[in-house]
């Protein structure tokens, strides 16, 4: 057996402690659901989770080591994934980001949109890439050969599980959202509230993981 079911069963406990501490996705698929509703955040979450694909792709074939051993790798996707908050939030503050949330005269956003930025979010969001090359591995078992396979096990246990932990997470704040937009005040400030979560996120992933050279 690949993995044994023991050492399954414990990184799944350790993965869903990890997951039940709300991270720059959670707070992205959270602001996503009160904004526009489950069905957007739940396309959000999928794309969340096709990010995190692309993390364990690059784990499974050895290229995220190169992430990790190179600071300047490691600063330049931390960076980007900043940069991609901060522009959101910013349009959002300036009114340029989805005008369809705020006017019903619109046709609603598509979530095909949704999930693309959801996909992009993770992509470059460094605690995610450090989850795969710090921790995971540490549930590795090199004596039993074919490693990549264990990772690969490991990490499609953490997506499934991901998966429902990030989507309890969208239908909760979905629900909270349905009862925000019935208020004149919170539409007033909606964008406002968004726009500074998404440039507070950008901050945060910045100053994320300080990365060091191993000695």
Not at 41 to 49: C, P, R
Not at 59 to 78: E, M
Not at 178 to 183: A, C, G, M, N, V
């Amino acid at each position: 057996m690949i993995v044994e079911p023991h050492t399954l069963l414990v990184f799944s406990l350790a993965a869903l402690a990890i997951l039940s501490v709300p991270g720059p996705a959670v707070l992205y698929i959270v602001t996503r659901s009160i904004d526009q509703g489950r069905g957007a955040g739940l396309a959000s979450v999928v794309g969340i989770h096709v990010g995190t694909l692309v993390h364990l792709s690059f784990a499974t074939l050895g290229l995220s080591a190169i992430l990790v051993s190179s600071a300047t790798a490691f600063t330049v996707v931390k960076l980007l994934g900043a940069a991609y908050l901060i522009v959101i939030g910013i349009r959002t503050l300036l009114g340029r980001a989805d005008e369809a949330d705020t006017d019903p005269q619109r046709p609603p956003r598509r979530r095909r949109r949704d999930f693309a930025e959801g996909v992009v979010v993770n992509v470059f969001n460094p605690k995610t890439a450090l989850f795969f090359l710090a921790f995971l591995p540490q549930f590795v078992e090199p004596g039993k050969g074919q490693p990549w396979l264990q990772i690969l096990v490991f990490g499609l246990t953490f997506i499934l599980l991901g998966l429902i932990t990030d989507s309890t997470w969208a239908l909760a704040a979905g629900s909270a959202g349905e009862t925000l937009r019935k208020s004149r005040r919170w539409t007033q400030v909606q964008r406002y509230v968004s726009g500074t979560i998404f440039v507070g996120l950008g901050v945060v992933t910045a100053l994320t993981g300080s990365h060091t050279k191993p000695a």
